[in-house]
């Protein structure tokens, strides 16, 4: 555990929660096979409300999957570095889908810069709608690797609408309540390597910077090296040590402002000093682009009115990316706000 020299959660936020040493663990299956929902609905209100994450088990997807993944994601990411920057994220025009070298991408920018190096894949698009639908880039050598992780990022979206509905459960709303605001959501399958940083670190580059998500729900795969922090209440960073067999679940930005503070979409970084290769797969899901999140009438009181104004998911996530990606600064184009016929979440 290390003290935070870098963010703190801001003082309304900090004031609700309860602290914690370490990442709450919460077995799926009751949730999965039905056997007590309520049980598994308590559980996940405890962890989002104060740590905002989670290491679910029994989560149903194949372990196969997973490792045979990571594998293809290492492959890729031997690749010579001319190769993998052919496939440059600039590429894809205004869809946001491609490679992204180390420091291409700066998650908080006015503190330090990312030691990573990334790629991304959306749902397949054929032609380019905006930044969150468009074709994606394959290295063309590795059919294998477009046939993984299309498949992984199936498995990770299927999964997420099964974790949604207990979130849903705990906040007494029907399971299916995220549905219909997801028609055709945007999501990310992001693969990470983080290259090893020995020696004195140099605090102003770390693996990723402190950073909230920005969409709805996260879904992390993390090898066994090591790395992830998340930071408690007292301003601690608590080490997300991999437990094997899980996955480690946030929430983002989108349901933090859903439940008007009563979730919290927690600060969290990668510092990456063992010395070892680092791996990791990451899924992001939000709700449809022109979908409104407006706080639940449930969080709102007279004691605690509504802190977010309406935003459309498609408006808020782009804004973020806005903050990190230097490309997009360069080239900016408001199409992600663009909006047909919003629902409101
Ligand atoms: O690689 C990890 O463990 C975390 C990645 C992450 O926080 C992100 O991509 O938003
Ligand atoms: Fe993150």
Redesign the pocket.
């Known amino acids: 555990m290390t003290k935070s020299n870098v963010a703190q959660l801001d003082d309304r936020l900090h004031a609700e929660r309860q602290s914690f040493d370490k990442v709450p663990l919460v077995d799926l299956a009751p949730l999965l096979d039905g056997s007590d929902p309520e049980r598994l609905a308590r559980e996940i209100r405890w962890a989002l409300a104060n740590a905002g994450f989670m290491y679910v088990k029994n989560h149903g997807v194949s372990v196969r999957l997973v490792d045979e993944t990571f594998a293809r994601a290492r492959a890729f990411f031997d690749l010579p570095t001319s190769e993998k920057l052919k496939l440059h994220i600039s590429n894809s025009g205004v869809a946001l889908r491609g490679y992204i070298e180390v420091f291409g991408e700066n998650?908080n920018p006015a503190k330090t810069k990312d030691l990573?190096e990334?790629f991304d894949v959306g749902p397949e698009w054929p032609t380019i709608e905006g930044p969150f639908f468009g074709p994606n880039q394959w290295p063309t050598a590795m059919p294998e690797f477009q046939e993984t992780v299309l498949l992984y990022h199936e498995a990770m979206k299927a999964l997420s609408i099964k974790i949604l509905s207990g979130i849903a459960l705990s906040l007494e709303l029907p399971a299916d309540f995220f549905q219909p605001k997801m028609k055709n959501p945007i999501s990310i399958q992001?693969l990470?390597h983080?290259p090893p940083q020995s020696g004195v670190v140099d605090e102003r580059i770390i693996?990723?910077g402190a950073?909230t998500?920005y969409g709805s729900l996260?879904i992390?795969a993390?090898d066994s090296v090591g790395?992830?922090q998340v930071m408690n209440r007292d301003g601690v960073w608590i080490e997300?040590n991999p437990i094997p067999d899980t996955f480690?679940i946030n929430i983002g930005d989108l349901i933090q402002k859903l439940t008007n503070d009563r979730y919290l979409a927690n600060l969290?970084?990668?510092v990456n000093t063992s010395g070892r290769e680092?791996y990791?797969l990451?899924f992001?899901i939000d709700g449809d682009c022109d979908a409104v999140i407006t706080p639940l009438d449930s969080c709102i009181s007279d004691d605690r009115p509504p802190r977010y104004p309406p935003i459309t998911c498609g408006a808020h996530k782009f804004a973020r990316f806005l903050e990190s990606f230097p490309h997009l600064q360069r080239e900016h184009t408001d199409v992600a706000t663009q909006q047909t016929g919003p629902a409101v979440l």
Request: charged share 20%.
């Open positions: 998650t990573k990334c992001r990470l983080y693996g990723i950073h998500d996260t992390l993390q790395g992830l997300g480690v969290h970084r990668v680092r990791s990451a992001f």
